[in-house]
Structures are given as C-alpha cells and as structure tokens.
C-alpha cells in the first residue's frame, strides 16, 4: 500500500511565495515518477509539474520560470516552490505518484492566491 501525505499549502498574497511537500510511504520502488496537480473550482485536474526518479522535470507552460520542483530520494520526498505566485494559482494541489504503472494520489491541500 502507498501513502502519500502533503503539507505546505495556506494563504498567501500575490507575489508570495509557499512550498508544498509531499512525503510517501509503502511499496515505493526506486524507479518512479512523482508531481503535482492541482484543480480549480469548475476546472479540471491539470499537471504542474513532475519529476523522475532520475531528475527530469516537466512544468505547465503558465508555471515555468516560477514554480521549481525537486525530490529527495533517501526521504521519498517532493517539493514544490511556487514563487511569484497568482490569483490564477489558487487551486487544490495534488500530489501524485507514479509507479510501475499504478497512480496515486494524495488527499489534496489548498492553496489560496489573495489579497
């Protein structure tokens, strides 16, 4: 069984900053892809950003140069800095695992972009 458990979202004012952690437990195997989505009221899910186990990286185009994600494998470990961050970012975040063909998700934290 896998377990993801995020941490890090709240309120912050345009032009903030925050990071999302995401921490996962249970039959990880070392090769393995892990992101973030997030989705807005009305919208659907859509990718932010991922990363391999090896260390590429992929970022939504209304992300890239803003947002920076990493991972610390001796921890299972994903991060997200978001910086500059925009009303158009306020969603919920998911963290997403994918392993051996099987996807996971985390249970979702909010992140609210307002003055």
């Known amino acids: 069984q896998v377990q993801l458990v995020e941490s890090g979202g709240g309120l912050v004012q345009p032009g903030g900053s925050l990071r999302l952690s995401c921490a996962a437990s249970?039959?990880?195997?070392?090769?393995?892809?892990m992101g973030w989505y997030r989705q807005a009221p009305g919208k659907q899910r859509e990718l932010v950003a991922a990363?391999?186990?090896?260390?590429?990286?992929r970022y939504a185009d209304s992300v890239k140069g803003r947002f920076t994600i990493s991972r610390d494998n001796t921890k299972n470990t994903v991060y997200l800095y978001m910086n500059s961050l925009k009303p158009e970012d306020t969603a919920v975040y998911y963290c997403?695992?994918?392993?051996?063909?099987?996807?996971?998700w985390g249970q979702g934290t909010q992140v609210t972009v307002s003055s």
């Open positions: 990363i391999s186990s090896g260390g590429g990286t």
């Open positions: 249970g039959s990880i195997f070392s090769i393995n892809t």
């Open positions: 997403n695992l994918v392993v051996r063909a099987s996807d996971y």
